[in-house]
């Protein structure tokens, strides 16, 4: 299986990029990663509506140009449906054994999408009703489909 993390914005703390590289390195058994960055557009001190509208759909239109046409979409979304890890699990095998051999996870930037990108995805997920920054759940992403492949393995790190 090929997964894509397809966001907004370069890591730039040592912690965060340590534990990204971690969890790369741990996915490499499981499948084919890839991490496909857009930069993040410049934002002035005080935006505007019409300013921060400008930047979402900026970022939003190099993301859906990142996105593969054949791959299952799924958007990480504050409005999106709740999700447990053994329900990731889950829903990455029925993908899998359905015929999805491509998934892109897409994790937007500080203002999130355009309605133009929530309809492109396929699934909505949210894995909290709390505000994570974009760079930390990237983190949280790459561990939790670690945690995926883990549990549909019935292995221990689940436990």
């Not at 921060?52 to 239109?61: I, M």
């Not at 054994?97 to 949210?126: C, N, W």
């Not at 009703?129 to 930390?136: A, E, G």
Request: aromatic share 8%; glycine share 6%.
């Amino acid at each position: 299986m090929k997964i894509t993390i397809a966001c907004v914005g370069k890591i730039k703390e040592k912690y965060l990029t340590a534990g990204i590289a971690e969890f790369t390195k741990r996915l490499t058994p499981f499948c084919k990663l890839e991490t496909l960055a857009i930069n993040e557009e410049k934002m002035p001190e005080n935006p505007s509506p019409a300013e921060k509208e400008q930047v979402l759909e900026k970022e939003t239109q190099r993301l859906l140009g990142i996105i593969q046409e054949n791959s299952y979409v799924i958007l990480l979304d504050v409005i999106g449906k709740p999700i447990s890890s053994p329900e990731l699990a889950a829903k990455i095998d029925s993908l899998g054994l359905s015929g999805h051999s491509h998934l892109t996870f897409v994790i937007g930037g500080a203002f999130g999408y355009t309605d133009a990108l929530r309809k492109r995805a396929d699934l909505a997920i949210s894995f909290s009703r709390m505000t994570f920054t974009h760079q930390m759940i990237r983190l949280l992403l790459l561990e939790q489909i670690y945690r995926a492949f883990k549990i549909s393995r019935g292995e221990k790190y689940h436990w």
